[in-house]
Antibody, heavy 124, light 110 residues
């Protein structure tokens, strides 16, 4: 049973770069699936950030595309997100999630499982 | 402003049946499957319904999903106090080439 765990700094300065890692347990990052990041500002709804598949192909939210990079580290069975030029509006709980696509297209799939989430605050 | 539209709140008494709507467009719900997530207070979202109406293992059959055209619905029958949570619909959007979510519906069990 796949489990995900986010890690990274809980505080980032304005104009800096937010960097988080999601460790994958109980499964291979190289399996035929996609890996995604979703965030949730305090007291607000969910926002998809982007995703990456086993071969390194990525899709990003158009509203964040210029600032986001998602990558995979197969040797450590984990994937990461970097968000540059952050402001207070980027303060949120950041979740990583798997998008299982073993026999289907990513557009026909869903997010499962999710990590427990990590709060990142942008403040000086 | 979310791409998918949900009512911000819903409520019901124990044992009642409640429905939560999710409205989209031809580029998302109209051409792709809909998924629903349950987020209990202080926890991560959890997959509740996938592919419009399928339930993952462990999800009670009190929860059901449906889709028609560019709208979808989540129904919860036999409402229980532990169903009090935020519920989100989601679908792939062909125009954005990415995932979109509804703004979430806060369900209160009175």
């Amino acid at each position: 049973q796949v489990q995900l765990q986010e890690s990274g700094p809980g505080l980032v300065k304005p104009s800096g770069t937010l960097s988080l890692t999601c460790a994958v347990f109980g499964g291979s990052i190289s399996s035929r699936t996609w890996w995604s990041w979703v965030r949730q500002p305090p007291e607000k709804g969910l926002e998809w950030i982007g995703e990456i598949n086993h071969s390194g192909r990525t899709n990003y939210n158009p509203s964040l595309k210029s600032r986001v990079t998602i990558s995979v580290d197969k040797s450590k069975n984990r994937f990461s997100v970097k968000l540059s030029s952050v402001t207070a509006a980027d303060t949120a709980v950041y979740y990583c999630a798997r998008i299982p696509t073993f026999t289907i297209e990513v557009s026909s799939s869903w997010f499962d499982p999710w990590g427990q989430g990590t709060l990142v605050t942008v403040s000086s | 402003q979310s791409v998918l539209t949900q009512p911000p709140s819903a409520s019901g008494t124990p044992g009642q049946r409640v429905t939560i709507s999710c409205s989209g467009s031809s580029s998302n719900i109209g051409s792709n499957t809909v998924n629903w997530y349950q987020q209990l207070p202080g926890t991560a979202p959890k997959l509740l319904i996938y592919s419009n109406y399928q339930r993952p293992s462990g999800v009670p059959d009190r929860f059901s999903g449906s889709k028609s055209g560019t709208s979808a619905s989540l129904a919860i029958s036999g409402l229980q106090s532990e169903d009090e949570a935020d519920y989100y619909c989601s679908a792939w959007d062909d125009s954005l080439n990415g995932w979109v979510f509804g703004g979430g519906t806060k369900l209160t069990v009175l």
